[in-house]
C-alpha cells in the first residue's frame, strides 16, 4: 500500500532522516531531564488515567440508562462542546493572567464535577439529565485548561525541547488512554461505575500537586484585554499560511476521528456482544496506538515529510475504520482500532508540534485557544452528527461512511501539496 501511495504523490519530497531526527531519542531524555517538566508530566498522566477510567465508565452508564446511541455520542460532545464558545476567550486569559493559576483553578472545578457524579451515582440518583450537564461544567472547566497546559508546557523548556515535550506528553495521554479505560472497564463491570467517578476525583490531587511543586518563570503577559485580544488569534493564523494549512488539518482530524470515539460503546456492545471490560480494551487498543505514533510522528515528518504523512496517514485511517466496522472478530477489530490511532496519533502531534513551534510566545496561549476550538471544540459536532445517523442507520454504517468520508478528504488534500510541504518539522 506504501509503494502505491509512493507513487501517486511522487518522491520529490521525500527526505532522508535528519540530524534531529536520530536523535530524537536523546531528545525525549533531555527534555526529561527538566525538573519542573518532569514532575508536571508525571501529575497530568497520573490524571489522565482517571480521566479515561471515568470517560469509560461515564459513556457505559449512559448506553445502559437510555440505550440510546445518540446520548452516549452527547457525552464526548458535552465534555468538548463547551470550548465552541468559551475556547477563545479562555485563549485571552491564558495569555494576559498566571498560567499556572489558572490551570490550577481548572483542575479544582473537574475535580468537583467528578466527586458530584461519584457521590449521586453511590446514592443511586444518576440520570443521563444530571449527568451531561456535570460534564459540559467540567468542559468549561477544560475551555480553560487545554491552552494554558500547552502554553504553559512552552513556559518550562528551552525552544529547542518543545517538540520533544510535545511527544512526551501526547505519548503520556495515549498510554494513559490505554491503562485507563481498560481500568474503567473492570470498574464498570465489576464494581460499579460509582467507583470509577471518584478515582477521576481522587486523581486530580497529583495533577494540582505537581503544579504546587513547580517553579515556572512569568510568562511575558500581553495587555490589558480588550476587543482587539478575542480577535488576535484570527489576525495571527490569517497572516500565516502555514499556520492556516495546519489548522485545516486539524479540522479535518475532528471531524473524522469523532465518530470512533462516540460509537465504540455501542459497537463493543451491539456489535460484537461484549461488556464494559471489551469496550475498555477496544479504547485501550486506540490508546495504545495513538501514543507510538505519537512517539513516532518527529520521525515520520522528518522521513517521508508532513504532506505524506497527512495524506497517506489519512487515507490509511478511512481504510482501517471500514475493516472494524465491518469486522465481528473482536481480536481483528483490536489490531485495527489500534492501527488506526498508531495513524491518528503521529498525524495529531506532528500538527500540534508544528503549531507550538510557528506562534510567536506573546500569542501563544490565544492562537492554541484557537486550535483547540478546531480540534476539541468541532469534536461534538462530530459526535452528534454520527450518534444521530447511528440511530436511523446503525452504528456500523455510520463508521463506514465515516471511513469513506476519511479517504476522501485525504484524496482532497492531493489538490494541496504545495501547503502541505510548506509544513516544516524543526
Known amino acids: 500500500m506504501y509503494l502505491i501511495v509512493s507513487q501517486v504523490l511522487g518522491t520529490e519530497d521525500l527526505q532522508a532522516p535528519t540530524d534531529h531526527a536520530l536523535e530524537s531519542v536523546p531528545g525525549i531524555i533531555t527534555t526529561l531531564r527538566h525538573r519542573e517538566f518532569r514532575i508536571f508530566i508525571t501529575g497530568a498522566f497520573l490524571s489522565n488515567l482517571g480521566t479515561w477510567t471515568q470517560a469509560v465508565a461515564l459513556s457505559w452508564l449512559i448506553l445502559q440508562l437510555t440505550n440510546s446511541a445518540f446520548l452516549v455520542a452527547l457525552v464526548p460532545a458535552a ?5 465552541l464558545i468559551l475556547g477563545i476567550p479562555g485563549g485571552v486569559l491564558v495569555d494576559r493572567f498566571d498560567r499556572k493559576r489558572l490551570l490550577l483553578w481548572s483542575q479544582v472545578v473537574m475535580a468537583i464535577t467528578a466527586a458530584v457524579l461519584a457521590i449521586i451515582t453511590y446514592l443511586d440518583a444518576v440520570t443521563a439529565a444530571i449527568a451531561i450537564p456535570l460534564v459540559a461544567v467540567g468542559g ?22 518543545v517538540r520533544a515535550a510535545i511527544a512526551i506528553n501526547s505519548s503520556q495521554f495515549s498510554m494513559s488512554r490505554v491503562i485507563g479505560p481498560a481500568v474503567g472497564g473492570y470498574i464498570v463491570a465489576f464494581k460499579g461505575a460509582g467507583l470509577a467517578f471518584a478515582l477521576n476525583a481522587v486523581s486530580f490531587i497529583f495533577v494540582i500537586g505537581a503544579l504546587l511543586m513547580i517553579h515556572i518563570t512569568p510568562h511575558e503577559k500581553s495587555s490589558r484585554i480588550r476587543r482587539s485580544s478575542f480577535t488576535r488569534a484570527f489576525k495571527v493564523t490569517s497572516s500565516s499560511p502555514q499556520l492556516q494549512t495546519l489548522l485545516s488539518v486539524a479540522i479535518a482530524l475532528s471531524l473524522v476521528s469523532a465518530p470512533i470515539v462516540a460509537l465504540l460503546p455501542v459497537m463493543a456492545r451491539d456489535v460484537l456482544n461484549g461488556g464494559a471490560d471489551l469496550y475498555g480494551h477496544l479504547f485501550g487498543a486506540f490508546g495504545l496506538g495513538t501514543a507510538i505514533g505519537s512517539l513516532s510522528s518527529h520521525r515520520a515528518v522528518s522521513r517521508i515529510g508532513y504532506r505524506r504523512l497527512v495524506i497517506f496517514g489519512g487515507a490509511a485511517q478511512g481504510i482501517l475504520l471500514i475493516g472494524f466496522a465491518i469486522s465481528t472478530t473482536i481480536a481483528l477489530n483490536l489490531v485495527l482500532i489500534g492501527v488506526y490511532g498508531l495513524f491518528h496519533g503521529a498525524t495529531l502531534a506532528a500538527n500540534l508540534g508544528a503549531v507550538q513551534l510557528a506562534v510567536p510566545n506573546r500569542s501563544r496561549g490565544r492562537v492554541m ?8 471544540g468541532l469534536f461534538p459536532v462530530g459526535s452528534l452528527i454520527s450518534g444521530g445517523i447511528a440511530e436511523k442507520i446503525g452504528a456500523v454504517n455510520a463508521l463506514v461512511g465515516t471511513g469513506a468520508l476519511t479517504i476522501l478528504v485525504s484524496l482532497v488534500g492531493l489538490m494541496f501539496a504545495s501547503q502541505l510541504n510548506s509544513i516544516k518539522s524543526d
Open 79 to 83: 465534555q468538548f462542546g463547551p470550548i
Open 140 to 161: 468549561s472547566a477544560m475551555a480553560i485548561h487545554a491552552p494554558a497546559f500547552h502554553a504553559l508546557m512552552s513556559d518550562m523548556l528551552p525552544r529547542r525541547n
Open 369 to 376: 485557544s484557537l486550535f483547540m476550538v478546531a480540534f476539541a
